[in-house]
């Protein structure tokens, strides 16, 4: 019997994915800290786009080309760079969303024994895959085509293209990215079982984005500060940004389109290539349905290892602390999560100071190195300490097989916190290093930056430690990774916010307080403020660890899940 598409069933898994993200925002479930943090930075990033893009925007239609200012050729400049951008974007999306609905989704497992015909189960994904899609498109471009709108007025005709776009576009990133997909998932597999290398690749990868990102920042200081940006785009620069818009396929068309310019060839090459990206997602997502499907009767490959010598036994202490870093390094998702992030710790906070320090001494002219170097350790030290929060969650069911052992429970715990400390103390010293060398700071303060930052980190690490073992949810895979943050990540990383911006935030503002009003002679206040909130901080969140931990332990019985 033929296989056909049973749009019944594809309702129904439909319906059952639904279903499945609700069931995140059920009584017990929801993580109320995770989804307001989520929103509230969304919206907040999307306020500071809308007006940093309004504001380059100005610069950009104002800028002359052989002493003319030609709005419309800067706009259409301007448009196709910015759909190309959001094109990128979406495909990038697109390639993950393709691996999380077709290589690593379990319910194609239950599926694969049910009634229910490949080309069905396809349809009900490539449906998924592509609202997933849709959602990020109507978000970019009502950002995008809305802001040009506010600067330069537009018909309604603009508007109803922009809605149309926003459908259109998921189409074009969809067969893109189902080309992609394959490629991304093979090179997943080689490095796999090669964890040097991933963790490398990685953090390369991480380092050269938050480059670009430190750029952006540089960009956007500059259009606080003065318009020193417009001077950036001379002659020279405007010739090589015409001829690459000029290859910035398809989204000229886009911008033609929206402008009203070569209409009748911009709208039929871009119809042809909406419906050959549809034949190509479908073949495409197709194939690799089946493929995956193929895959999972086969079952999993398992990797050949050299065989090594037995080594000889460690003590529990240390065998806990390797286990635990094991874990973590051979686990790409907590690789890029726990030590990547760590790794560009100094990176991040030697750009932020750079643009920060820059505007505080332009706007008021005050330098207060030493309390936004305070600021950003400790918040970034913060957001790099999140991997602790999962120190027993992530331990999955082998956590009772630990209890059972003759090891003592503070070497369980202990050996935890020592892995996480060594980790946050070489990323504060480094950062403490690249402020001094720098000349950010001088010697007293880069030490006390340190012994703070590490302080912080040692609170942050018993408090998330404790919290988790109080709340702690194992994960249903097989190879117990954890997939999706649960609310401990959340509250730790709302309170690592909190106290960065407590401890920073109050030493900056008395910075500057006693700077305006020429008071001098308080500089010990910093120290006095950091050292001792710092030390307060960590005493009691080692005391909130230790509090009847042996009886906690011993009556331990499971954790949830998720």
Partial sequence: MKDRINYTQVRTLLRKQIQERGSAYRKGNFDFFGFLIHWVLLLVFLAVFIIFFGRFTDIYLSIKTNGLVLMQTRLFELLSMAYMLILLFLVISGVGQINRQLFDADDIKLLMGMPVGARTIFMAKLISIYFGQLIISVACVLAINITVAMHVPQTATYYAITALFCFVLPLISLAISALAAMPYHAVKQLLKDKFILHFL???????ALFYVYSIVLGAVRDMLLDDSLRYFFNEQVMAVLQK???????????????????????????????????????LVIRRLMKWVMQSRIAGNVNFIHKKSKVKPASKPFWALIKKDFLLIFRT???????????????????????????????????????????????????????????????????????????????????????????????????????LLLTGYV??????????????????????????????????????????????????????????????????????????????????????????LVSAVIAALSFVYLIHNLKQKYRTFSGGGQF
């Fill in 201 to 207: 690749l990685i953090t390369l990868v991480t380092a």
């Fill in 244 to 282: 690459f818009t000029r290859c910035l396929y398809p989204a000229i068309w886009f911008s033609n389109i929206l402008l009203g310019r070569n209409l009748a060839v911009s709208w039929s090459c871009l119809a042809a290539l909406t419906v050959v990206c549809l034949v190509i997602a479908g």
């Fill in 332 to 434: 790409p998702a907590y690789t890029f999560s726990y030590f990547s992030i760590a790794v560009i710790m100094p990176l991040m906070v030697y750009f932020c100071i750079t643009v920060g320090s820059s505007i505080i001494i332009k706007l008021i002219g005050i330098n207060c190195n030493f309390e936004i170097a305070i600021f950003l350790t400790l918040l970034f030290g913060a957001l790099t300490n999140v991997f602790c929060s999962t120190n027993i969650s992530r331990e999955g069911e082998m956590f009772f097989s630990i209890k059972a052992y003759s090891v003592d429970y503070k070497q369980v715990f202990f050996s935890k916190i020592t892995l996480c400390m060594m980790v946050a103390a070489i990323s504060q010293l480094i950062s403490a290093l690249v």
């Fill in 442 to 531: 001088g010697i007293g303060e880069a030490a006390l930056i340190f012994v703070s930052g590490l302080l912080c980190s040692f609170a942050q690490i018993c408090f998330a430690t404790r919290y988790d073992f109080n709340h702690a949810k194992f994960s249903t895979e097989e190879d117990g990774e954890i997939k999706e943050s649960g609310s401990t990540v959340s509250v730790i990383i709302v309170l690592g916010m909190i106290t960065s911006f407590l401890i920073g935030g109050s030493v900056l503002m008395i910075r500057l307080m006693f700077a305006l009003r020429f008071v001098s002679g308080y500089g010990y206040l910093t120290y006095l403020i950091v050292g």
